[in-house]
């Protein structure tokens, strides 16, 4: 499954390593106002990834969510 986040400030990096360290997604996406700052972090947490359930962590802009859906509900674990 891939996961989009907004944000990479306070809540969405505590966001993405809940996501990380819950193996729930394959691949996720850091996507913010200053890419730069999402690149850092993104990156941050890959290198932590290492001993974590395998994902694909990069950052991104709004286009690489094409394929993703809104949905207000969690998926069904």
Request: hydrophobic share 45%.
């Given at each position: 499954?891939?996961?989009g986040i907004v944000g990479a400030g306070q809540v969405g990096t505590v966001c993405l390593l809940s996501v990380v360290m819950r193996g729930s997604a394959?691949?996720?996406?850091?996507i913010n106002r200053d890419q730069k700052k999402a690149r850092g972090?993104?990156?941050d947490v890959r290198y932590g990834t290492a001993l974590l359930p395998r994902v694909h962590v990069?950052?991104?802009?709004y286009a690489d969510l094409a394929p993703a859906a809104l949905s207000g509900d969690a998926p069904a674990s």
């Amino acid at each position: 499954m891939k996961v989009g986040i907004v944000g990479a400030g306070q809540v969405g990096t505590v966001c993405l390593l809940s996501v990380v360290m819950r193996g729930s997604a394959s691949e996720i996406v850091l996507i913010n106002r200053d890419q730069k700052k999402a690149r850092g972090v993104a990156t941050d947490v890959r290198y932590g990834t290492a001993l974590l359930p395998r994902v694909h962590v990069h950052d991104g802009e709004y286009a690489d969510l094409a394929p993703a859906a809104l949905s207000g509900d969690a998926p069904a674990s």
